[in-house]
């Protein structure tokens, strides 16, 4: 995730190459809805347990 963070702001997203992804690792526009569904999860519980 910190390498994640890392590339906000940067064009690093724009060059994305599925052809280039590993077999059976492709990211889709649903991937990346369910990971950002995740991390709210995350934060969620974070936030309870009043972590950083």
């Known amino acids: 995730m910190p390498s994640l963070a890392q590339t906000q702001g940067t064009v690093a997203f724009r060059q994305y190459d599925p052809g ?4 059976g690792r492709a990211i889709t526009r649903q991937t990346i809805a369910k990971a950002m569904a995740a991390l709210q999860e995350m934060v969620g519980a974070w936030q309870e347990r009043d972590l950083p």
């Open 20 to 23: 280039e992804a590993l077999p």
